[in-house]
């Protein structure tokens, strides 16, 4: 309910750059370290080896902390500072930190594309699916805005579910739950656009047949998927016969050609 503050860009009259952060698991005696390099790549201040104070005995199962440097060429020197963050001699971040050349004002660049994959990621009738996005959770803005997406789902293109989380995952009922059978097979799509708060990001799409055991690409019902089932997939395709439906759309078009394709890679 209280966020700490972010800042996109700092000025060069700011005056201690202070960093925060949450955590977990970390052990007793924790090293930390941080690297300032400027704009030309030099490194021009380093903490060196610091103990993290922990007075707890075992592992500091959460925490939050925050670190204030005085850094004093950032105050003479614009452009895109990195800083390099160290915990037991391991690297754990590089942060760009931005620092406005004065009458500069701090931009907003929008999050982002998700990277995103179903889970199971060929659902059957009786699961519940979800998507879980498997963008970098620090890196997932350029400014560090909070990012929040909006799924969209849609089953045969009826949407089913649209909503906003700041979660990295979301999920619908399994077919069964929804009171849908699945024959003729049913295609599960889902949208999802992340949001900084101000702009949208680019939107991320997956869509998949419910397998329901039976075999998309066997358009002529001999239980294999051969080079017999594609001219009778163009058979029913001119005829619109509704075999040629194979993503069961409800009409018969190029997209169902692509849609037999997938589905004969995977074989039957």
């Given at each position: 309910?209280?966020?700490?503050?972010?800042?996109?860009?700092?000025?060069?009259?700011?005056?201690?750059?202070?960093?925060?952060?949450?955590?977990?698991?970390m052990p007793r005696d924790t090293l930390y370290r941080f690297r300032f390099f400027a704009p030309d790549g030099r490194l021009d201040f380093d903490s060196g080896q610091r103990l993290l104070n922990f007075t707890t005995d075992g592992p500091l199962h959460r925490y939050w902390a925050y670190f204030t440097w005085n850094v004093t060429d950032m105050k003479q020197e614009p452009g895109d500072w990195r800083v390099e963050i160290?915990?037991?001699?391991?690297?754990?971040?590089?942060?760009?930190v931005r620092v406005l050349a004065d009458g500069q004002t701090p931009g907003n660049t929008p999050p982002v594309p998700p990277i995103i994959e179903f889970d199971p990621p060929n659902p059957g009738p009786e699961d519940v699916t979800?998507?879980?996005?498997?963008?970098?959770?620090?890196?997932d803005d350029a400014?560090?805005?909070?990012?929040?997406?909006?799924?969209?789902?849609?089953?045969?293109?009826?949407?089913?579910?649209?909503?906003?989380?700041?979660?990295g995952a979301d999920a619908i009922p399994s077919l069964a739950d929804l009171g849908l059978d699945s024959t003729p097979p049913r295609m599960i799509s889902v949208e999802v656009t992340p949001n900084d708060g101000t702009i949208d990001g680019q939107t991320a799409t997956l869509a998949v047949l419910v397998d329901d055991g039976g075999c998309l690409a066997?358009?002529?019902?001999?239980?294999?998927?051969?080079?017999?089932?594609?001219?009778?997939?163009?058979?029913?395709?001119?005829?619109?016969?509704?075999?040629?439906?194979?993503?069961?759309d409800n009409a018969c078009t190029s997209a169902d050609f692509f849609a037999w394709v997938s589905a004969f890679s995977q074989g039957c």
């Amino acid at each position: 309910p209280d966020p700490f503050p972010r800042d996109r860009a700092v000025p060069l009259d700011h005056g201690f750059v202070t960093y925060w952060m949450m955590g977990r698991n970390m052990p007793r005696d924790t090293l930390y370290r941080f690297r300032f390099f400027a704009p030309d790549g030099r490194l021009d201040f380093d903490s060196g080896q610091r103990l993290l104070n922990f007075t707890t005995d075992g592992p500091l199962h959460r925490y939050w902390a925050y670190f204030t440097w005085n850094v004093t060429d950032m105050k003479q020197e614009p452009g895109d500072w990195r800083v390099e963050i160290e915990f037991n001699n391991e690297r754990i971040h590089d942060a760009t930190v931005r620092v406005l050349a004065d009458g500069q004002t701090p931009g907003n660049t929008p999050p982002v594309p998700p990277i995103i994959e179903f889970d199971p990621p060929n659902p059957g009738p009786e699961d519940v699916t979800f998507v879980r996005v498997r963008t970098d959770l620090v890196d997932d803005d350029a400014e560090y805005d909070l990012v929040r997406y909006r799924y969209r789902w849609q089953i045969d293109g009826l949407t089913i579910r649209d909503t906003v989380s700041a979660g990295g995952a979301d999920a619908i009922p399994s077919l069964a739950d929804l009171g849908l059978d699945s024959t003729p097979p049913r295609m599960i799509s889902v949208e999802v656009t992340p949001n900084d708060g101000t702009i949208d990001g680019q939107t991320a799409t997956l869509a998949v047949l419910v397998d329901d055991g039976g075999c998309l690409a066997d358009v002529n019902d001999d239980g294999l998927a051969t080079s017999a089932d594609f001219f009778a997939w163009v058979s029913a395709f001119g005829t619109q016969a509704p075999e040629c439906d194979v993503n069961n759309d409800n009409a018969c078009t190029s997209a169902d050609f692509f849609a037999w394709v997938s589905a004969f890679s995977q074989g039957c």
